[in-house]
């Protein structure tokens, strides 16, 4: 279609309903006149809204990923699937696991044990080495009055450095056992942990919104098994233009439409993102919303934030015909209403934004009967909105 058969569109509808007109102008005396309430249009300072789109998300989404490298054995959920806190989703092979566990469960216990042979151990040579350190000092005694032999002062004393390095080497025999024990302790207790692992458990009370494994696979440390959002803590992220920079402030209470409930709820901005995408030149205002039934992650919405006033032209909602794409109002003429085509603009509860079509002071019907067509005769009522 050329510019000339556009243009040719608007004018053929002018024509026509001009010629619908007229034969009702002329048999408009036979007729009685419609009673209509009419309605004064003016422009008045409105609250200029400025509305960014976006999409509903989760404040907490998890990453479901194992802290080992097994083969899958369980998994007990589904995508859409809600569950608890501390709930099981899935279960690894802990065979090898279990295995370790009791391995170094075997060695602490060995270590335990020889422990406590260190300790018997090292009291029989201290009790050696306090006898040989007795017997020693009578033989002192022995020999200042020449009782005894140098050679057997000599086997006493060699019998008591031999009883006191028995002693050290029971002592430092005690702290192998001692690190020893203290090892396998720390293997069975990281065996342990690594048995909990094979077990994954929801971190919170959400909903399970993909799920990436099967049983049968082979489960690494990072990969994402499960994906879970919090249930009942989303909010709206919706994409500012950077001009609008000032418009958005944390605290604010904003009015949010989600589209896929069909209705509005009060927001709360509770975070924005300080840096803009060079791409899009937008900023993200994560506004939370309340627990509504059947609100879900991936949902679209709109969030009007005031940016102001400024002048508008606003008529009742009841005024406006709406058939296809065309709009239309009737402006009352003396007692004629005329048809006339106009350029809508924003919804402000029941009334209609007229961005083109109408001038301040013109008349029109605020209800107009079905009847009523263009050129037709009116009894004007005035109307209070």
Same mark, same amino acid.
């Given at each position: ?42 422009? *008045? ?11 509903? &998300? ?6 479901? %990923? #194992? ?36 391995? *170094? ?26 006898? #040989? ?46 690190? &020893? ?31 990436? #494994? ?20 989303? &909010? ?16 604010? *209470? ?63 909602? *009841? %005024?406006?015909?709406? &058939? ?48 009523? %067509? ?12």
């Amino acid at each position: 279609m050329n510019r000339f058969q556009m243009l040719a569109i608007p004018i053929m509808m002018t024509t026509a309903c001009s010629r619908q007109g007229a034969p009702l102008a002329a048999t408009g005396a036979q007729q009685p006149a419609a009673a209509v309430q009419i309605e004064t249009v003016t422009v *008045s300072p409105i609250d200029d809204l400025y509305r960014a789109s976006g999409t509903v &998300r989760a404040r907490e989404i998890a990453s479901i %990923a #194992a802290k080992i490298t097994a083969g899958i054995l369980d998994v007990r959920v589904h995508a859409g699937d809600h569950v608890r806190a501390g709930q099981t989703l899935i279960v690894l092979d802990r065979r090898d696991l279990a295995a370790n566990l009791r391995g *170094s469960e075997a060695a602490r216990v060995e270590a335990e044990s020889a422990f406590t042979e260190t300790e018997n151990a090292m009291a029989s040579a201290r009790a050696s080495a306090e006898l #040989a350190r007795v017997t020693h000092k009578r033989f002192q005694e022995l020999l200042a009055k020449e009782s005894v032999s140098q050679q057997e002062f000599d086997e006493s004393q060699a019998r008591l450095k031999s009883a006191e390095a028995a002693v050290e080497m029971a002592v430092s025999k005690r702290r192998q056992v001692e690190a &020893r024990g203290s090892q396998a302790e720390a293997q069975a207790a990281a065996a342990r942990v690594a048995l909990g692992y094979s077990t994954l458990v929801a971190p919170y009370a959400g909903l399970v919104i993909e799920r990436k #494994a099967d049983p049968g696979s082979l489960a690494t440390p990072g990969a994402p098994l499960l994906i879970l959002e919090r249930e009942g803590d989303l &909010r709206l992220e919706a994409s500012i233009d950077e001009s609008r920079l000032g418009l958005a402030w944390i605290g604010e *209470s904003v009015a949010v439409e989600i589209d896929g409930l069909n209705r509005t709820v009060a927001g709360r901005v509770g975070e924005i993102v300080p840096s803009v995408d060079s791409a899009t030149r937008t900023f993200v205002a994560k506004i939370d919303l309340p627990a509504l039934p059947g609100l879900r992650a991936g949902m679209f919405g709109r969030a009007d934030f005031s940016a102001g006033t400024r002048e508008a032209m606003l008529v009742p909602q *009841s %005024a406006v015909l709406e &058939r296809g794409q065309i709009r239309s109002v009737h402006v009352v003429e003396g007692d004629t209403a005329r048809l006339r085509f106009v350029t809508l603009g924003e919804a402000r509860g029941n009334l209609r934004e007229i961005l083109s079509g109408l001038t301040a002071g013109e008349r029109i019907v605020v209800a107009p009967p079905p009847l009523l %067509a263009d050129g037709g005769r009116v009894a004007i009522q005035e109307a209070s909105r």
